[in-house]
């Protein structure tokens, strides 16, 4: 089945630094990829959806500055956490969409701590 | 009133007992549905996916769709510890963007 690798799984980040997350698709293309934020227990809230060649389409509510989306290839989409403060800890996941297959195939997440 | 609803449980069953999580939605437009399995600190895991109403069946699991009565269910039959998980139910329209339900966090106990 299709693969989607996230990396990195795991962040721990001191208030104010910037933190880069990577979704890539491993054996397809992927034309749109999407990013969502998911709190303990909770459910995943998409955050905006990245698509190859343009900009993003973030979700409301969600500050553009803050959470810097670039999909610069068929295969590659970086959310950048800006600036990170505490209340931005949350698992971070990726998904990417295999136009062939008509599925969406998630990555493994990214738990991001900020102290 | 959220487009897609499901109880988030918790659900705790013993070891083989049939297990029925299921989601009602509001959205008619919503054509393809999904379900999800998460375990802790992962990312979801596509476990089922189907277009139409009616049943679909893949080893120990059964997803049910029906359309009419905006109700899906997805059933786990001779339940094992390592079902343990959270299940997400989602759907889309034709788009790309999917709706999810809350999750149902499932025990299944030794």
């Known amino acids: 089945g299709a693969v989607v690798s996230q990396h990195p799984s795991r962040v721990i980040c001191k208030s104010g630094t910037s933190v880069k997350i990577e979704c890539r698709s491993l054996?397809?293309?992927?034309?749109?990829m999407f990013w969502y934020r998911q709190f303990p227990k909770k459910s995943l809230m998409l955050m905006a959806t990245?698509?190859?060649?343009?900009?993003?389409?973030?979700e409301q509510g969600v500050e553009k500055d803050k959470f810097l989306i670039n999909h610069a290839s068929l295969t590659l989409s970086t959310l950048t956490v800006t600036s990170a403060h505490p209340e931005d800890s949350s698992f971070y996941i990726c998904?990417?969409?295999?136009?062939?297959?008509?599925?969406?195939?998630f990555g493994s997440g990214t738990q991001l701590s900020v102290l | 009133q959220k487009e897609v609803e499901q109880d988030p449980g918790p659900l705790s069953v013993p070891e083989g007992a049939i297990v029925s999580l299921n989601c009602t939605y509001s959205?008619?437009?919503?054509?393809?549905f999904m379900w999800y399995r998460q375990y802790s600190r992962k990312g979801p895991e596509l476990l089922m996916y189907?277009?139409?109403?009616g049943n679909k069946e893949d080893g120990r699991f059964t997803a049910q769709v029906d359309k009419s009565s905006k109700y899906i269910s997805l059933f786990i039959r001779d339940s094992q510890p390592s079902d343990s998980a959270t299940y997400l139910c989602a759907m889309k329209t034709s788009g790309s963007r999917l709706t999810f339900g809350e999750g149902t966090q499932l025990t299944v106990n030794p």
């Open positions: 959205n008619s437009a919503f054509q393809y």
């Open positions: 054996d397809f293309q992927a034309t749109t």
């Open positions: 189907t277009y139409s109403s």
């Open positions: 990245s698509n190859e060649g343009s900009k993003a389409t973030y």
């Open positions: 998904s990417a969409r295999d136009i062939q297959m008509r599925k969406l195939f």
